[in-house]
Nanobody
Framework: QVQLVESGGGLVQAGDSLRLSCAASGRVFSGNVMGWYRQAPGKQRELVATVADGGSTVYADSVKGRFTISRDNAKNTVYLQMNSLKPEDTAVYYC???????????????WGQGTQVTVSS
């Protein structure tokens, strides 16, 4: 069974830091692009950051320089270190695993249940 389990969310003040973790089953984690997305109330889900199996990363402009994504392939875990948090970072954060199915770019996404991050001003 595919599983992605997030942890580490909470309520913090502006300027604080949090680290999110996502533990994945081996079948979901291995070889796949892992990422974090977020969804604020009334808004669409948006990309925060991704990390490929080889370690290359992509970040949303809004979090560059503040957030760092990393993965521990031995532990099947992906992390999101969030520094200098802002109230606009408040959202439910979702862990994502993307399996590329073919050379044309078809893929299948797997999602965690989400963890709430609330940043007070």
């Amino acid at each position: 069974q595919v599983q992605l389990v997030e942890s580490g969310g909470g309520l913090v003040q502006a300027g604080d830091s949090l680290r999110l973790s996502c533990a994945a089953s081996g079948r979901v984690f291995s070889g796949n692009v892992m990422g974090w997305y977020r969804q604020a109330p009334g808004k669409q889900r948006e990309l925060v950051a991704t990390v490929a199996d080889g370690g290359s990363t992509v970040y949303a402009d809004s979090v560059k320089g503040r957030f760092t994504i990393s993965r521990d392939n031995a532990k099947n875990t992906v992390y999101l270190q969030m520094n200098s948090l802002k109230p606009e970072d408040t959202a439910v954060y979702y862990c994502n695993a993307r399996r590329i199915l073919n050379v044309e770019g078809a893929y299948r996404d797997y999602w965690g249940q989400g963890t709430q991050v609330t940043v007070s001003s």
